[in-house]
């Protein structure tokens, strides 16, 4: 099993930055292809950004892009998301994601994909 546990969240006015972090333990010796979602009040859960196995890195390309930057330290055990230029469209509990395998890149934006979970934390963008 493997347990992930975010961290990062907050309050933040529009334009500000904020750097997320989801720790990684129990079958740590393992690599995974991890990810970021994000679930805004009365939506579905959507995909922010993905790094692999080989460090090549995913982003949602429409609303992401160019203002978060997705990566991991060299061991492997945290995975973060350095979030900039942040809009009030950025307001959602953001979870982190864990996937045994390698999954195809067309699969990384499938929440189904993912076989482990954090328990999320909130990012509030003020206008």
């Known amino acids: 099993q493997v347990q992930l546990v975010e961290s990062g969240g907050g309050w933040v006015k529009a334009g500000g930055s904020l750097r997320l972090s989801c720790a990684v333990s129990g079958r740590t010796e393992r690599t995974y292809t991890m990810a970021w979602f994000r679930q805004a009040p009365g939506k579905e859960r959507a995909f922010v950004a993905a790094?692999?196995?080989?460090?090549?890195?995913?982003y949602n390309g429409n609303s992401v892009k160019g203002r978060f930057t997705v990566s991991r330290d060299n061991s492997q055990k945290t995975l973060f998301l350095q979030m900039n230029s942040l809009e009030p469209e950025d307001t959602a509990v953001y979870y982190c994601?864990?996937?045994?395998?390698?999954?195809?890149?067309?699969?990384?934006?499938?929440?189904?994909?993912?076989?482990?979970w954090g328990q999320g934390t909130q990012v509030t963008v003020s206008s």
């Open positions: 790094i692999k196995r080989s460090g090549s890195k995913e």
């Open positions: 994601a864990a996937a045994l395998g390698n999954p195809i890149s067309s699969s990384l934006r499938v929440a189904s994909t993912f076989d482990f």
